[in-house]
């Protein structure tokens, strides 16, 4: 079983950063794109990245494209998001997620799921 354990959200002022960090465990060709995905109270989820299996293909919702980074580190299996010029409208609870390619994510595809970490940016 493919598990996604999400970390390092939190609260912090408009302009401000935080990387997201997500821990995967029992990958498998169906997980091999990574990505995240986010929810607003009140708002639908949205795509917001992905990355290929070795990093070498990106998406962003054109919504983060500049201000956030997707990485990952395959020795440890975790894969990453810094957010950096951080708006009130990025305050959301932000899901990994894993699918088929990196590709299937952008298209709004997923396998699995992580439980989700609450990113609040204040004005």
């Known amino acids: 079983q493919v598990h996604l354990v999400e970390s390092g959200g939190g609260l912090v002022q408009a302009g401000g950063s935080l990387r997201l960090s997500c821990a995967a465990s029992?990958?498998?060709?169906?997980?091999?794109?990574t990505g995240w995905f986010r929810q607003a109270p009140g708002k639908e989820r949205e795509f917001v990245s992905a990355?290929?299996?070795?990093?070498?293909?990106?998406y962003y919702a054109d919504s983060v494209e500049g201000r956030f980074t997707i990485s990952r580190d395959n020795a440890k299996n975790t894969v990453y998001l810094q957010m950096n010029s951080l708006k009130p409208e990025d305050t959301a609870v932000y899901y990994c997620a894993a699918g088929f390619t990196a590709n299937s994510l952008r298209i709004g595809n997923s396998n699995y799921w992580g439980q989700g970490t609450q990113v609040t940016v204040s004005s």
């Open positions: 990355i290929s299996r070795f990093g070498r293909t990106t």
């Open positions: 029992g990958l498998t060709s169906s997980s091999a794109g």
